[in-house]
């Protein structure tokens, strides 16, 4: 997805996040807090899976904080 936004916009760097932030999973889906947030720019694109274990409030607010964080680490120190 982060590949994809990239591609479209343009953009220098390109942030996406999927996953289940609940409240429930229904039977196949992603279980509660299993997120995904992957990050492209012109060296390639990361993926990385977190599991959380929180309400959906939470998750969503610790799953922004993480890709933000990707991004930041990848501004200051590129591979």
Not at 25 to 35: R, S, W
Not at 37 to 62: H, P, W, Y
Request: glycine share 10%; no cysteine; proline share 4%.
């Amino acid at each position: 997805m982060a590949t994809a936004a990239r591609r479209k916009t343009g953009a220098t760097y390109a942030l996406s996040i999927t996953g289940n932030a609940g409240p429930t999973a229904d039977e196949g889906e992603a279980p509660v807090g299993l997120v995904y947030v992957g990050l492209a720019d012109a060296l390639g694109t990361i993926a990385m899976e977190r599991q959380f274990v929180a309400d959906r409030a939470r998750i969503r607010a610790f799953t922004g904080q993480m890709a933000l964080d990707l991004l930041r680490k990848r501004i200051l120190k590129p591979v």
